[in-house]
């Protein structure tokens, strides 16, 4: 955790007073933490265009009872482990599955891994959450 | 315009180097500059959610030698004259034509005609940009 | 408007019940046009990406009475002028104007604009809608 | 898994080839595969706004240094636990920790739980990825 740094803002009364009412309602303590917040969210969509490191989850939701397809699931993952950390897999119903699969790498290798898995037959639902390894955003 | 207040922010070093960099990249003359931008961005977003009266653009790309376009999109434009203020056509090529419809009103109303100018076949892109009527975020 | 192909697709029963459901909300005469809407959004994504030729409108929401702001604005829009087509202004109340400038060139140069116009000390939000020439997606 | 349909759809010629790209590119197996994708995410987008149902993955990137950090994340996942189903926790290197909170429930409860998480401080960014129980999209 690196030292903390204070410096001034200006911001219109009125632009301020909706600030405020912002905070509360999203559950900030305080200002600079929700302002601290929307510039991580800001450097991490850099890191994701510009960056070689970054960090996020795969969500894949499938009817295990399609032929093939849990396997077919396994080994693309195999195949892809360099980015691949780890793997939670939840029963949501009698037929679906959810599948988080935690990943880190290279954001292109990263894309092509949760393309790979979408474009799958039988995933029903595909999305990657892009996120950050916390290193470029103190 | 209102009266200006000034508070303090802290931030880690580290972060803040990252945000004066990024400040930088997108141009702002300063620090206070770009948080307010960061901050009526959620505001706009929150009038589009819960707001009575927002404003925007409907971007709509056509072939205008389609048969009936024209009249269709001038047709339904009318009919929803109260959340449109006027229409900037411009002739991209001697087939496609960009046309820039300048909206004001009621969120759900606004979203309604996007969604219909959208759905007109030969209408080959649409797209809505929420913005706001500047009232609420000084 | 090029040839039409006709083709067959294989659908879910349960998943076309929901998708001829929402062609209705959305106003669509027919499923052939609600596809072609979907594919046509991926691609102009991918132009905006990979593109060399885009089309789209910057939104500006501005108080006119800030000092030089009027100026500023005419200036880095001249400085610009080979990604603009034109400009429709819009005064939305006694102080807030409309701006929507149409632009059309190298995506990374219409983004540069967009960033260096949204930065400007009294914008009070700038957003950029990407749409497409056209020429790509019949 | 429910009976398949089959049905036909027209579209140009060139934007046909166009899509037949961005299929290979994607790793789609068949024109079908893809365009039941574009119109599950359409119905999962719906779900979101109107459903009563869905699941997700919420992705939190925190320091576990920070003191009372780790405390108050379980506390507050203890008081929504109506809406987790497990959680998946991962040491990225000396202080950065990756957690997924794999989520399932009302939408606007789930939305909520993202928000409480964001804004604690030391949580360095959080996001909610939105999917689907797979029930309603076959």
Chains 1, 2, 3, 4 share one sequence.
């Not at 740094?5 to 900030?28: A, M, Q, T």
């Not at 969509?45 to 699931?73: F, M, N, P, Q």
């Not at 988080?100 to 891994?113: F, T």
Request: with cysteine; glycine share 6%.
């Amino acid at each position: 955790m690196s030292e903390l740094v204070r410096f001034g803002v200006s911001l219109e009364k009125k632009l301020l007073d909706k600030f405020d009412n912002f905070i509360r309602e999203r559950n900030y303590t305080n200002r600079s933490e929700a302002l601290r917040d929307m510039i991580r969210q800001e450097l991490v969509k850099k890191e994701w265009v510009e960056g070689e490191d970054v960090a996020g989850a795969i969500t894949l939701i499938y009817d295990h009872h399609r032929k093939d397809l849990l396997g077919r699931i396994t080994d693309i993952q195999h195949n892809h482990q360099q980015v691949i950390i780890s793997t939670q897999h939840i029963h949501l119903d009698h037929d679906n599955c959810l599948e988080i699969v935690a990943v880190r790498g290279n954001p292109a290798e990263v894309q092509r891994l949760a393309d790979v898995l979408k474009s799958i037959k039988g995933v029903k639902h595909g999305i990657l959450n892009m996120s950050s390894t916390g290193k470029g955003i103190e």
